[in-house]
């Protein structure tokens, strides 16, 4: 069992707790048509049909707990926060109860594109979220109370420098917890005392004043007396000092970057929700850091699957989903089902078809039990497991489901796909389900079929 397999499964058997505590921002994200230049000055004319982003998604630490929302984790998030940012942290799955409402206003970071290419990003904040000094103390002091008496599990502390950390306040109050700090501005002093010091390659630089990576450790660990020290470096990997040593990871695959926006957020969800479970800093690390290379291939900050994860290594298992992984998606999926006893070329002709109407296939596969009755009890040849397996090796299949009914109706209740692909021999036999967008045949391939197949190898096998 690889690493990641053994985190994955230690995940869904036990239930774990992280507290993050962090600056709160917003990532905005807007679509415009920038065909044209201003004749006023050299730019481009950005056009929309009005100003409300398209996409609004929690960012800072917002985004380190968004990060877990699809792992067996229990997040509570403690921040200052505006109205607006409760508004968006409330339509996420993020917890908003141990957050504080603020007069303030929480950085807002606008991001521009045409298409996929960004045109411009625009920060809106003040210092200070806006807040007199002694109104930003007041609140900062109330968090800082609230999350000493109440945080538990591994504690993530996320500084973006917005203004929520810059305070005399003593913020390692409860020494039994495991800290992970994500450093931004010094002095590093006010984080003397925590578990994990995590600076990214240039944070580590600015921080000591050093530029080789080793006496950048020694240097954070003389000073905070932390057990380990982890420095990210982007696409480079990793690297740091745990107290049996210096430690270096060095990716071995290339990644396609989409976007690098929250990676580091990313990053440090990954890390604590490993240590949770006590594995090993440099086997953490490396974790992480993989699940940071799915993360910078998406866009718009979206959280990390563990299937994504699982695909790393076993890109086969990777594919076996529950109805409830798709229910909520962000894609254009299609569904079709079968028996699949032989996996022959009229059926990938139908999921090559079926994938051409959408995003994402899904394949759905009979039982053992309900391919005995639809077929009678000398089918099927292959087992479940085997048939699944055969079809998850296809490229053309992104995720495959058994169903143990003899229809997969309560299945396409749950999933809802948008598409439903069957074979032309169903067309006047079936109407569109109602849990169902469209409903497409796809064209049969002339003399192949699992029965004709069968029927011609006994045929074979009796004259021989």
């Known amino acids: 069992m690889t690493d990641i397999e ?24 807007f679509h415009v048509l920038a065909d044209r230049v201003s004749p006023e000055f050299p730019i481009p004319v950005m056009l929309s049909s009005n100003n409300a982003p398209n ?9 380190v707990c968004r990060q877990m929302e699809q792992f067996n984790v229990d997040v509570e998030f403690y921040s200052l926060i505006d109205t607006h940012g409760f508004d968006v942290l409330n339509s996420s799955s993020i917890s908003s109860k141990s957050c504080i409402l603020m007069e303030g206003k929480n950085p807002v ?15 809106i904040e ?20 609230k999350f000493c008496k109440e945080a538990s599990g591994v504690v993530i502390f ?44 240039k944070e580590a630089y600015e921080l000591s004043g050093l530029k080789d990576w080793q006496k950048q450790c020694n240097y954070f660990m003389s000073i905070l007396g932390c057990p380990a020290v982890v420095i990210t470096r982007g696409k480079k990997g990793v690297v740091g000092k745990t107290l049996n040593g210096y430690f270096q990871y060095t990716p071995e695959f290339h990644v396609p970057c989409e976007s690098v926006i929250g990676a580091g957020d990313c990053f440090a969800a990954f890390l604590a929700m490993t240590q949770t479970h006590c594995i090993d800093v440099v086997k953490s690390v490396e974790l992480a850091w993989k699940a940071g290379s799915i993360y910078v291939q998406e866009k718009h900050n979206k959280p990390v699957h563990p299937y994504e994860l699982l695909a790393i ?31 022959h070329f009229a059926h990938i002709s139908t999921f090559e078809f079926a994938k051409s109407k959408g995003d994402r296939l899904v394949v759905l596969v009979n039982s053992d039990e309900s391919v005995k009755r639809l077929k009678g009890n000398t089918r099927p040849i292959i087992p479940l497991e085997q048939r699944m397996k055969m079809i998850a090796a296809l490229d053309v299949v992104d995720y495959v489901i058994p169903f143990y009914e003899d229809t997969p109706n309560d299945i396409i209740k749950i999933i809802q796909p948008d598409v439903l692909v069957k074979g032309m021999d169903w067309q006047g036999k079936m109407e569109k389900p109602e849990n169902v967008n ?24 009796k004259i021989l």
Request: hydrophobic share 35%; aromatic share 12%; with cysteine.
């Open 109 to 123: 970071k606008k991001r521009i594109y045409q298409d996929n290419f960004p045109l411009c990003r625009w920060d």
């Open 55 to 63: 996409i609004a998604v929690p960012g800072g630490a917002g985004n």
């Open 126 to 145: 003040s210092n200070n979220f806006g807040l007199s000094n002694e109104s930003l103390i007041n609140f900062q002091r109330e968090l800082h109370e």
């Open 313 to 343: 290594d076993n890109p086969i298992k990777a594919k076996f989903a529950s109805p409830y992984d798709l229910k909520d998606r962000d894609f254009k999926l299609v569904m079709t089902n079968g028996v699949y006893d032989f996996c």
């Open 438 to 461: 469209e409903l497409c045949f796809a064209p049969l391939v002339d003399g192949i079929s699992t029965t004709k197949i069968i029927d011609k190898i006994v045929k074979s096998y």
């Open 6 to 29: 053994t985190f994955l499964e230690m995940n869904d058997s036990t239930r774990s707790k992280i507290t993050v505590v962090g600056d709160y921002l917003l990532d905005e994200y």
């Open 158 to 201: 996320s500084d973006y420098g917005k203004g929520l950390f810059n305070s005399d306040l003593n913020w390692m109050c409860n020494e039994d917890l495991l800290t992970i700090v994500d450093p931004k501005n010094g002095p590093i002093e006010k984080w003397k005392g925590c578990s994990i010091f995590k600076p990214n390659e």
